[in-house]
Each structure stands twice: as C-alpha cells, then as structure tokens.
C-alpha cells in the first residue's frame, strides 16, 4: 500500500501505520490564540454580574474571578500532563477512551458533538449576528427583527464551518487575527479603567468587602458564573495531534495563555467598577456597552464591532477545536 494517499487539491495527506494522519500546522502563536480566542467570547463584554451577584461585594467579586481563573488554570495543567502523555486529537474523548474504555468515550464524544457545543456555537453565533446588526438598527430604527439574527447566525456558521473544512492554516490565521482584535478591546477597557482610576473614580471600589455574601450556595454560583467565562481553557488539547512540538508548546501556550486572560478579567471587571456602582452593573443589560457609553461615547460604537470580532474569533476556536472529537485513531 502506497505510504500516501491524494486528495482532490492533489496535496500529499501522510499515511501513519496505515491511517490518516492530521498534519502538524498548528504552532505557539496559533496554539495560544485557540485557547485565548476561545476563552474571551460575550460574557465579559456582556454580563459579568453572575460573579458580582453571588459574591456580593465588589472586593469579593474580584476574589472569585481569581479563584476561577485559578481553578481553570489547574484544570489546564492536568489537560497539559495528558495532552503531553497521549499527543493526540480528542482532548477527554481520546483520554477517556484510552484510560477507561470505548463506551464512556462515546457517550463523552456524542453528548458534546451532537448537544453540548452546538448549543453553544449556536448562542455565540446569535450574540455576534445581534451586534453586527446593532449599528444599522440603533438610529431610530428599533431592535432588529428575530429572523434576520438568525438567519445571519447561521450565515456565521456555514461561513466558519467552509473555513474550518478547507484549510487548517487559514482557520488558525483567523483565530489569530481575531485574538488580537479581542486583545484590542479588553486592552482599551483596561486602559480606560486606569484612566478614570486617575481621574478618582474610586468610589465603587473603596467599598471592599461591604456586603459579601455568607451563604456557600450563592458563593459557589458565583464561581460557577466565573468559570463559565473562563470556558475554553481545554481548546487546544482538542487539536494536539496537530500541535507542533506539542511537548513543548502545549504547556507554553497553556501557560502564556490562562494566566494572561486571568489577569485581563480581573482588570477589566476593575475597569468596569470605576464606572458602576454594583448596583447600576446588575442592573446593566451590556455591561460593556455601559462602560462606552460613560467611558468612550464619541466612539462607543467601537464595542459592538469588538463584541461581534470576539465571539466570531470564540466560535471559530471553538469549531476548530471540537472538530477533532471526530477524529478516530485507535
């Protein structure tokens, strides 16, 4: 049998023991950008109050952003021991399917093919088709209709999943252009932050600790609301197979890349503070779009564009990265 097989575009596709091999495009930069660019999607543009609510106060909000960081973080570093120990596609699935067996791989792999990400691509789909059609609809001219958001949620989709089936190196391109301009938008509310930090817009943050929940309950949906935004961490493990050098640059852009959105969060959601009170930010539908319209207003138009560049960026990290659950190998 011939040690390669062509496919249609006549690129050679190798042949490993007799099974297609996925080749190694995916580098450091890249790797990195899959699990920023799927980590950073809606949620801290739109709604971070989940967090504030269960903690209670502002200093407290700002603790359990770090514990949830930091529970992702480890939840990464034991994803890295795995990926580094079986350097293949599937991140749980392929190690479940290793270490326990075939059928609780397969029910790992169908509940998130066939429920769990698909839901999900399908909410960042709607979150993005929501915020491209904001600056047409906002002069007077009301909320947009419901059919057109879907009807360009699922133009957002064919046009990713088209992308993602023809060509490796131009999705991890994208993924890559879209985490710098989602980079661009956390950097510019962070900036915005310390500017009003010296101007004295203080006063939401000097309240520390006044009002911190006791109930364990509403702390631990706190955390939860915390992790749900720190979603993603695991992305890269999905594409391993094809990581180069995946000993060595899995725990780098694990390490680069957690650690760096941990540290945007918590400023941000500082930012966010010296523009609200915590009251004003439950209450706020778009926490972001608050904070530029306070912040920014000459430009605040500027958020909606960056909101939509996020969650594209999110949900082609993620469509990259889940794709491979698909992939068999043993």
């Known amino acids: 049998m011939s040690d390669e097989i062509h496919n249609?575009?006549?690129?050679?596709?190798?042949?490993?023991?007799d099974k297609v091999t996925l080749k190694k495009k995916v580098g450091f930069v890249s790797g990195t950008s899959l699990i920023v660019g799927a980590m950073i999607g809606s949620g801290i543009f739109i709604s971070p109050k989940g967090v504030l609510n269960g903690a209670g106060?502002?200093?407290?909000?700002?603790?359990?952003?770090?514990?949830?960081?930091?529970?992702?973080?480890?939840?990464?570093?034991?994803?890295?021991?795995?990926?580094?120990?079986?350097?293949?596609?599937?991140?749980?699935?392929?190690?479940i399917l290793v270490g326990i067996g075939e059928a609780p791989a397969f029910l790992s792999i169908w509940s998130l093919n066939l429920l769990l990400k698909p839901a999900g691509l399908a909410i960042i789909a709607l979150t993005c088709s929501e915020y491209l059609l904001v600056l047409p609809?906002?002069?007077?001219?009301?909320?947009?209709?419901?059919?057109?958001?879907?009807l360009l949620?699922?133009?957002?989709?064919i046009v990713l999943a088209a992308i993602n089936c023809y060509s490796v190196k131009l999705a991890t391109r994208i993924q890559v252009i879209f985490t710098v301009a989602k980079l661009l938008a956390v950097?510019?509310?962070?900036i915005g932050g310390f500017v009003r930090l010296g101007q004295g817009y203080t006063d939401s943050l000097k309240?520390?600790?006044?009002?911190?929940?006791?109930?364990?309950?509403?702390?631990?949906?706190?955390?939860?609301?915390?992790?749900?935004?720190?979603?993603?961490?695991n992305n890269l493990n999905y594409a391993t197979g094809e990581l180069k050098e995946p000993h060595k640059n899995l725990?780098?852009?694990?390490?680069?890349?957690?650690?760096?959105?941990?540290?945007?969060?918590?400023?941000?959601?500082?930012?966010?503070?010296?523009?609200?009170?915590?009251?004003?930010?439950?209450?706020?539908?778009?926490?972001?779009?608050?904070?530029?319209?306070a912040v920014i207003r000459p430009v605040k138009w500027l958020i909606p564009i960056f909101v939509a560049l996020s969650t594209?960026?999110?949900a082609n990290g993620i469509m990259f990265g889940t794709s491979r659950c698909v992939y068999y190998y043993f």
């Open 8 to 17: 249609p575009r006549n690129n050679p596709v190798p042949r490993e023991d």
């Open 57 to 95: 106060s502002v200093g407290f909000t700002l603790i359990c952003w770090l514990l949830s960081g930091l529970i992702a973080l480890g939840g990464a570093l034991c994803m890295t021991e795995l990926g580094t120990i079986i350097p293949k596609n599937g991140a749980e699935y392929t190690y």
């Open 137 to 150: 609809f906002e002069d007077g001219c009301g909320e947009p209709p419901e059919l057109n958001k879907k």
């Open 153 to 157: 949620a699922a133009v957002i989709l």
């Open 187 to 190: 950097f510019m509310i962070i």
């Open 207 to 233: 309240s520390g600790f006044k009002g911190t929940t006791t109930n364990v309950g509403k702390i631990a949906l706190g955390i939860y609301s915390g992790l749900w935004s720190y979603d993603g961490w």
């Open 251 to 293: 725990p780098r852009s694990i390490m680069l890349g957690i650690p760096l959105v941990i540290v945007c969060y918590v400023l941000m959601n500082i930012s966010y503070f010296t523009v609200m009170s915590p009251s004003k930010l439950l209450n706020s539908p778009a926490v972001a779009v608050t904070w530029a319209e």
């Open 312 to 314: 594209f960026g999110s």
